[in-house]
DNA sequence: GGTTTTAGTACGTGACACCAATCAAATTAG
DNA sequence: CTAATTTGATTGGTGTCACGTACTAAAACC
């Protein structure tokens, strides 16, 4: 029925926003997911080094920046430090909890994960007209700032 | 530092297209998970149950539409028919194969999930103008379809 | 007919995610 | 200043999901 390589861009009936955005959301993430994979990497951990670029936070902020259970940071740190990519610091001040930091080797890795991940977002992007793609950047740093507005959170994968 | 609950929408920097929208696939995944959650659902089941909304496609075929590994499918088939969400038919063509298709508990089920989310997405998205809305709607679909134009990829979670 | 694909399952492994329970350190009460 | 509570983190158990490998049976090929 549905031809795969033919017609270039046969004016496709528009998707809707919820389902648009959720498909796109699946783009995304698949995207994601494959290029981290590259480099062992699973979502999670990507993201996890990612806050872990321009933060130091305690086990608990992790998993608060991440949406995640205490119980689930434990393994998930415990494997990325396994295999060198962040470090657990005893915290000065509280005995009890622990600073997460990413190591070099951490740093230099999301960095290329990173690089490779934009590169790909901006193929996929591309058939966009450049005042099109702004404005995508704007709507979209409207939208999730809005969203980290309206639950107090602080979010950002990739500051700056 | 951050004010949780104060400024409206103090003129905040653009994230950029890339991270703004791998921010935004993070929110509308979360939104997905939470609300599917509701229901007991993961969001590969709830995917599968979209997809199975307007198809009835092989074990196979349906691996093809998830990005999945066909041992993949067994279990989660297996999962979904114990909960009375979707069938099994032996092919009447290949007798190796099997029909997958939703069950009506399963269609009422993913349809709630479906509504849920729709007015989620809505509520995320009611910060834009009206204007932007459209134009996003638009962005999306062009990229999610020729996304999955160069893929010779069908996709589509919810059509029509 | 015999070889080779193909559809699906079974099994083992590992990453995640959660909950409940636990422990030590910190904080708050009284 | 003890006593009770809260908090940061780990452990253990369960379940989902994803993969690779190996295997069976049916198709397809020659």
Redesign the pocket.
């Known amino acids: 029925m549905t031809s795969p390589h033919d017609t270039p861009p046969p004016p496709t009936e528009d998707l809707g926003l919820v389902d648009g955005l959720a498909q796109l959301s699946f783009l995304v993430q698949s995207a994601l997911a494959e290029i981290a994979g590259q480099y062992d990497?699973?979502?999670?951990?990507t993201r996890m080094l990612g806050i872990l670029r321009d933060r130091e936070p305690?086990?608990?902020?992790l998993?608060h920046h991440?949406?995640?259970?205490?119980?689930?940071?434990?393994?998930?740190?415990?494997?990325a430090q396994r295999r060198g990519l962040v470090t657990?610091t005893p915290?000065t001040?509280?005995?009890?909890?622990?600073?997460v930091s990413i190591t070099d080797a951490g740093r230099q890795l999301v960095e290329q994960v990173a690089a490779q991940f934009a590169e790909r977002i901006e193929r996929c992007v591309e058939p966009l007209p450049a005042t099109d793609r702004k404005r995508l950047s704007r709507m979209a740093t409207r939208i999730v700032t809005a969203d980290a507005h309206d639950h107090g959170i602080d979010l950002r994968t990739d500051p700056r």
Chains 1, 2 share one sequence.
């Open positions: 990497l699973s979502v999670v951990q305690t086990m608990n902020q998993g991440l949406g995640l259970d205490k119980s689930s940071i434990t393994g998930l740190v415990d494997r657990r915290s001040v509280d005995r009890r909890s622990f600073q």
